[in-house]
């Protein structure tokens, strides 16, 4: 982006130069008569070619319209939501994927002591369901604990809602876990030591949308905010 912005400068800098000269009348009269129109030729390309590099540079600033904010997974050969139904939520049910048919599930791996990326991850989802209005009605997000020997479901009970109650916090045993991981492509290892709580978890930090049908559609990096993330969730559940 740096480059690019340096780029425009020197044209524009350089196109002024030659339309007004850097002794202005001095050169003007110094620059031979039947110069001076190529030169002003020349001035008048080098405008364009800014201009042509500061719309291209301006374009790539913002994905185009009706495209994605975040990364498209489409067809993608793992994280099947089917996979979730072996969790039970925090209100002590057993999972169905099928209860959420005809709308769009966001999934997010982390845990109840995460001192960071979980609570800024659930903050965000909630305005997200806000900005949403009437349309998160459609939306599902479901909360993955990594840690299930020690969340459990009234720690997820006492946790998840608390950001929003719409927000589903899920677990199941340790072996499972990891199989899930391992569907997800989610890496998480225990950090022994080092805090109050007695270890922490190193976690990946991204979330997975699902439409409508039940299909992996995109994947949401850390730091997306809501207005993005509305935006997208809106394209799914209109059918994109």
């Known amino acids: 982006m740096f480059i690019k912005i340096v780029i425009i400068l020197l044209l524009l800098i350089v196109a002024a130069s030659l339309l007004t000269g850097r002794d202005g009348a001095t050169r003007q009269a110094a620059t031979p008569s039947r110069a001076r129109p190529m030169m002003q030729k020349m001035a ?3 405008l364009a070619l ?4 500061a719309i291209v540079h301006l374009a790539g600033c913002s994905p185009p319209p009706g495209a994605f904010h975040a990364t498209e997974v489409k067809d993608a050969q793992y994280g099947r939501l089917a996979t979730l139904n072996a969790l039970t939520d925090h209100r002590g049910r057993r999972l169905a994927s099928a209860d959420f048919s005809g709308k769009a599930v966001v999934v997010f791996f982390g845990y109840t002591q995460c001192p960071d ?7 965000t989802m909630k305005e ?7 349309e998160a009605d459609r939306v599902q997000v479901l909360f993955v604990t990594v840690d299930p020997e020690r969340d459990t479901q009234a720690v997820l009970a006492g946790y998840v809602p608390w950001f929003d109650p ?3 916090g899920l677990r199941t045993d340790v072996t499972s876990t990891l199989e899930l991981a391992k569907e997800f492509r989610v890496y998480f290892r225990k950090v022994e030591g080092g805090s109050a709580i007695g ?5 990946t930090a991204a979330s997975y949308a699902f439409d409508p049908q039940g299909h992996l559609r995109l994947l949401i990096r850390d730091g997306t905010s809501p207005e993005h993330i509305a935006a997208d969730l809106k394209q799914l559940l209109s059918g994109k």
Do not use: E, M, N, W
């Not at 800014?50 to 590099?53: K, L, S």
């Open 199 to 203: 270890y922490s978890i190193d976690h």
């Open 117 to 123: 990326i979980c609570p800024t991850a659930l903050t």
């Open 128 to 134: 997200t369901l806000r900005l949403l209005g009437a």
């Open 50 to 53: 800014g201009a042509a590099v």
């Open 166 to 168: 719409r927000i589903l």
């Open 44 to 46: 008048l390309i080098l």
